[in-house]
Each structure stands twice: as C-alpha cells, then as structure tokens.
C-alpha cells in the first residue's frame, strides 16, 4: 500500500488530544460533518451500476470513523440508541446514506438494540401462507442490531448538500467549468504537463476523459478521481509514489479553483447548509441555557468532499496558492490542508466550562483554532462561533441567493403572458407587412 493511501486511511484514527479537557466539562453537544466513504469511480471503467456506488472498503472506513466517536465520546453516548436525541441527515445519494449507516452502525453496534421482545409472537409473525419459521431470537434483531433512521432534505430544501448538483444550479455548472482567466490558464498548463507525464506510464488518459488534453480544471478532476478512487478498489496503474502525491495534489488544486475560485460563490455553496448547522447549534445552545434535556444533542450530516473542502476553504485552512506551492515545492507559511479524504470528518463539540458553553473544532481528531481569541485554547465561546460562522455564510434570503448564484429567476404567469402577447403581435405584424408587399408587387406586375 503506497504511502499516500497509508495517509488517507490514518487521517481517519488521528488521536485527538482535548487540551486539559477535565470530566467536569463534559461534551453537551456534538455534530459531525463527514464525508463518504471509499466508492467506485465516477467515470468510465467500472459498470454503471457501481458508479459511485460505496465499496466495501468505504463501509469499513465509516464503521471506523463510527468507532472513533464513540471511543473519543465515551462518556456522551449512551448504550441504547434514543430517537428523540439523534439527527442523522445525508445526501440523497446511495453512498451517503450507506456511509451514514455504516458511522452509526460504529457508535451503535450489534447489541445496541439488546431488550427483549414482550409482546406475544403471534403480534410480530407475519400471516402468510407457507409462512412457518421456527424463530427463537429474544431480540428484534440478530445479534441486537439497530437500525437508525436516516434522513435527506427534499431537492428544493438545500441545493448544494447533494455533491455539486449541476442539474439544479445551471449557473454554477457554468461558473465552475470556465478557466479562462490567468489563474485558469496556468492550473490547465501545470495539469497537461502533468497528463503528459501520466501518458508516459502507458495509462489511456482519452478512455476517462474523451481526450488527450485538459480544455477546463474539472476535466482533471474528473480523471484524478477515477485514479484515486481505483486505488481504494485494488487497481495499481503503476504510478511510483512520486506520481500519486502529484496527481492527488493536482486533483485538490483543480477542485479548488473549480468551486471556490470567486469567494461569493463559496459562500453560497456553505450558506444553506451552513444556516442548517448554524440552526442545530442555536437549539442545543437554548436547551442547554434552560436545562431543557429535551433537544437533539447528536448530528451527523454526511455528505461530500466538495462539503468539506468548502469549510477549510472559507476557514483559511487551505488556499489555492498554499496548493500550488505545494505542487511546485514552494514553502507556503498558509494552512494547505488538501482535498479531504474518504471519510475525512470535521467535529462541532459543545461543552460548559464554569458556566459557559464553550465549542471546540476538529478535522480528522485535529483541533483547529476556529474562532478562537484567546492564545492558550482553541475553543471559543457558542456566540463567537456562531458569530464567526455567520462570517462565512452570505445574508439574503434563500430565493435571491439561488436566483443570483444557481438558477435563472422564473418568468411570472403576467410576465409570460405579456411576452406570449407581444410575440403573437409581431408575427400578425410581420405577416400583414408581408402580404402587403406581394399584392403591391402582383399590382406592379398587371
């Protein structure tokens, strides 16, 4: 295994080390934003029905990242799953929701669901014919397995949850695949010089992207992906270790400039799911203030790299120009965190200390200083966060955000009308020109 997946796998299982944290400051609240596990490439290569799809792998890396929480969380998670005090929330691809039950399955595994049945079998035993099993399982599961509801928002809830939902934001499809100004034209000259040296190696460059050449940055991250996520499968194209950190810096370079070359449109892409995880912490922040017991102290959102990255981005924990030195082996004095890795997670932990609640920030088990004032911590207090987050996000409303960055704004029914009208007019004016015309001119000709 090459030392760049090696990395990959062991950003999952960094241990946190929680600053002097004491057991009179226990955990109150905790959301975790994570991305997917290991899935099949999305492009060429592999069967339709897999693209995308989480490989058994990602399960694994999940059902780890699930496990971390819990022993990171010892003392914050109970036994038993509790519906009213867990919010599981995913995209709505396949591979989101398998991850998010793979990460729960590791804080809630077989045994969870452990009490046993007291109702009467003839209550649970479905009434089909033939139907005669002899069932002896005191659980309402083999090996007291729990299943956890996991849940999605609706298409027109939140547009940029779901990957990079071009179908829904036109708009952002177009501003992310163009790369004609000076900055674009250089990532496209690094990334082909980069393609011829991947060709060298004997790799079909054309069968993954339809082309020997690069014409915009999301061209390379689409073939970087199919490298990468290859990897995760067991296919080895030969590359040295030398290469893969090239081509995995170049894929984060690629989708940085991509997605969040122009700081207005990465602050749309955080700010409908950002006001959701802004919403979580207002709700905790109340029940906690009132010693209401009564409020969802666990959220997982699953998501995708694009989520993830987004955050660093805006956070200042990554640049493009950190990138790029990095690629050309320039020192950089930036944060450059790369492109997050299969189920990279960022942790929002909420905890009292003398009285305040407090929340700390973590990437990978990494604490990182968010928001923080103050030279000896790295947590800061709910109201900066939240105040500091808010920077982050951009403050119209919903439907002129989405008109501006996403869609084009819908044409009222008078609007419509009007210009149905206007249309009609014009063509019973160019037709009524015409025919006085030809009957001028068949008068000429008598």
Known sequence: ????????????????????RTKDQPTKFLMVLARHGARYPLAAGVSQNQQGELTENGLRMCYLLGKYIRKTFSDFFPQKFDYNKNWIMASGYPRTQMSAQAVMLGIYDFGSLNEELKVDKKYYTPEWEGFNIDDKLKTPLPEGFQPIPVHSFQSDENFLFNSFNFDLCPKFKSYAMKSSDKEGQELLKLANELIDEIKKTGFNVKEIIGSET??????????????????????????????YQKIYLMYSMTMYYAFFKDSEFTKYQLTELGRAILGYIEQAKTAISKKDAHFTEFVLLNGHDINLFNFLALSKLTSYECLKNAYLGQPSKDNCYQMPAYAASIFFEMFENNGDLMISTFYNGEEIDFCSSKSDTKACSVNEFV????????????????????????MSKNTMMLAILGFNVGVILVLSFLIFRFKKRASAAE
């Open 1 to 20: 295994m090459s030392n760049i997946l090696n990395f990959l796998v062991k950003s999952l299982l960094i241990v946190s080390v929680f600053a002097g």
């Open 214 to 243: 690069l014409d915009n940055a999301v061209d390379f991250y689409i073939l970087a992906d199919y490298i990468v996520a290859s990897k995760f499968i067991g296919k080895d194209f030969g590359f040295d270790e030398k290469l």
């Open 387 to 410: 105040t500091k987050f808010k920077t982050l996000l951009l403050n119209d409303e919903v439907s002129v955000l989405r008109t501006t960055y996403c869609v084009e704004p819908e």
